[in-house]
């Protein structure tokens, strides 16, 4: 069954840090990466990684967070930092495999707030 598992969204507040992890299982999965959609928004990239290690950051992430992957494990994680309120959002992780397409996760909240 191929599926992505996402965990470690929740409340932290102004500048603090969180780190989100996505497990992903059933196929060899070549990009993998998150995006995030605020009520009222369009869902947008937050950044991406290729099974090689080249990353894309949205700029307004750019210095603050970090994504990686252990190929191992099929995870994909996004560690972010002197997080803002402007970054409260359902977190979405997303990865790509040539036979199954690009497939989504459940979403995971992440509210900065004081």
């Known amino acids: 069954q191929v599926q992505l598992v996402e965990s470690g969204g929740g409340l932290v507040q102004p500048g603090g840090s969180l780190r989100l992890s996505c497990a992903a299982s059933?196929?060899?999965?070549?990009?993998m990466g998150w995006y995030r959609q605020a009520p009222g928004n369009v869902r947008e990239l937050v950044a991406t990684?290729?099974?090689?290690?080249?990353?894309n950051y949205a700029d307004s992430v750019k210095g603050r967070f970090t994504i990686s992957r252990d190929n191992a494990k099929n995870t994909v994680y996004l560690q972010m930092n002197s997080l803002k309120p402007e970054d409260t959002s359902v977190y979405y992780c997303d990865a790509y495999s040539y036979s199954n397409g690009q497939l989504w996760g459940q979403g995971t909240q992440v509210t900065v707030s004081s």
């Open positions: 059933g196929s060899i999965f070549t990009s």
């Open positions: 990684i290729s099974r090689g290690g080249s990353t």
